[in-house]
C-alpha cells in the first residue's frame, strides 16, 4: 500500500492495544480491557469486516487507523468507515495522519469502496485535515443503539 501503512495482523496485538487504550482515553470511550481485545482481535485475524493498519515505520509505528466496511445502496455498493484513526500525541502536527489518509483512500478506492465515511467531534481540529482530503459534512445525524 505505502510506505506510511502497514497492514497489522494476528501478532499485533500487544503492540495495538496501547495505541487503542490511549486513544479511548483520550476520547473519552470507556471499555473493559477484555472487550477492547474481543473488538480488536477479529480485525487483526483477517475479519472481512474491517483492517487495522499502523501509521509510520514498521518497527516503530506512531498510530493506526481501522476501518470497517459495509454496503451501501445509496452510495452504490461496498462503503467503509474510518472507526478509529490515532497519531501518538508527540509526532502529530507533522502530516503523518494526512499521509496516511492520502494512502488509504486510493487503496480502499482501488479494492472497490465507493464511499468512506467518518465521524468528528464538532470543534476538533482534525477536521480540517478530513478536508483537505475530501470528506465533507453531510446533512444527516448519526445515531447510534448499543446492544
Do not use: C
Not at 501478532?11 to 482515553?25: F, I, Q, S, T, W
Not at 470507556?30 to 483492517?51: F, K, N, T, W, Y
Not at 516503530?60 to 478509529?84: H, K, N, Q
Request: charged content about 20%; overall charge neutral.
Amino acid at each position: 500500500m505505502s510506505q506510511i501503512l502497514h497492514l497489522a495482523s494476528a501478532g499485533d496485538l500487544e503492540k495495538l492495544l496501547p495505541m487503542v487504550v490511549r486513544y479511548h482515553a483520550g476520547a473519552g470511550i470507556e471499555m473493559s480491557d477484555e472487550a477492547r481485545m474481543e473488538a480488536v482481535q477479529p480485525l487483526l485475524d483477517g475479519s472481512p469486516l474491517g483492517a487495522v493498519w499502523f501509521i509510520g515505520p514498521k518497527m516503530a509505528p506512531v498510530g493506526y487507523v481501522a476501518v470497517s466496511f459495509g454496503w451501501s445502496i445509496e452510495m452504490g455498493g461496498m462503503d467503509a468507515f474510518i472507526d478509529e484513526l490515532w497519531v501518538r500525541e508527540k509526532v502529530r502536527g507533522r502530516g503523518m495522519g494526512s499521509e496516511a489518509l492520502s494512502a488509504l483512500i486510493p487503496a480502499l478506492e482501488g479494492a472497490g469502496v465507493k464511499a468512506l465515511h467518518l465521524e468528528v467531534a464538532d470543534g476538533n481540529a482534525a477536521e480540517r485535515i478530513y478536508k483537505r482530503a475530501g470528506f465533507k459534512r453531510r446533512s444527516f445525524t448519526l445515531m447510534t443503539r448499543v446492544t
